[in-house]
C-alpha cells in the first residue's frame, strides 16, 4: 500500500479511519489522529545544516498506519521536544540473524520515558534488552500511549517515535546479558 504524494493530514485520517472500517469516530480521536499524521508528514525529512535534506527510512509513508495502530488514540497524542541531555528508553533486539546475546540494533523509531514498566509498553520484552539513551540535540517528537494491538500485553506506556534518532540520540546504558547469554558468549571464544 504505497501512498506517496503530497496528502495531508486529514487525508491521511480518513485513509486511516477507512483502513480501520471505522464509521463515525469522535472528535477527539479525529484530533490525536491529525496531530499524529501532520508529525509524520513533517518529521520525516531532516534539514541539514548544509542545505541539503535527509528521509528517515523507517518513516516511509508505508508504516504510518501501523504506527498509529500502536497508539491509544484515546489518550492525548503530542508534538514534544526533548531536550538536550534528556534521557529515553527503548527495548532493542540483536542484529538481524544473531544470537540473542549478539550486537544490538541500537537505532530505531520508537522509545519511552526512563522508568516506564516494560510490561506497559505493548511489546514483547522477552528476548529485547534495555538501551537507555541520552538526547544530545534537541529532538522532535511524537508523544502517545501504547495500544497492544496484537499481542496479550498490556498497553497504557508512554512512547515516542523520535525520528532521524541516529542523529539526536547517543547510548548510555545497555542491560547486562542474562546468565546463559553470558555464558554462550564466553563458549563462543569473545
Not at 497508539?71 to 521536544?81: E, F, G, I, K, Y
Not at 540483536?94 to 505493548?122: C, H, I, V, W
Request: glycine share 8%; aromatic share 12%.
Amino acid at each position: 500500500m504505497a501512498w506517496y504524494g503530497q496528502d495531508t493530514s486529514e487525508q491521511w485520517v480518513e485513509r486511516y479511519i477507512a483502513h480501520r472500517g471505522w464509521g463515525v469516530v469522535s472528535d477527539g480521536v479525529r484530533r490525536n489522529l491529525t496531530e499524529a499524521f501532520r508529525f509524520l508528514i513533517d518529521a520525516r525529512f531532516l534539514r541539514r545544516s548544509d542545505g541539503s535534506v535527509a528521509t528517515d527510512p523507517a518513516l516511509c509513508p508505508d508504516n504510518w498506519l501501523s504506527f498509529v495502530d500502536c497508539m491509544d488514540l484515546s489518550r492525548p497524542v503530542a508534538q514534544v521536544t526533548l531536550d538536550s541531555g534528556s534521557t529515553v528508553a527503548a527495548y532493542r533486539t540483536p542484529k538481524s540473524g544473531g544470537p540473542s546475546y549478539g550486537p544490538l540494533r541500537l537505532a530505531g523509531t520508537f522509545y519511552t520515558q526512563s522508568g516506564e514498566y516494560r510490561g506497559d509498553l505493548g511489546i514483547d520484552t522477552h528476548n529485547r534488552r534495555l538501551v537507555k539513551y541520552i538526547v544530545v540535540t534537541r529532538a522532535p517528537a511524537l508523544s502517545s500511549y501504547t495500544n497492544a494491538v496484537s499481542l496479550p500485553i498490556n498497553g497504557r506506556g508512554m512512547q515516542f517515535i523520535i525520528p532521524h534518532a541516529r542523529t539526536r540520540l547517543v547510548p548510555s546504558y545497555v542491560s547486562w546479558m542474562k546468565e546463559k547469554e553470558r555464558a554462550a558468549w564466553s563458549s563462543a571464544g569473545r
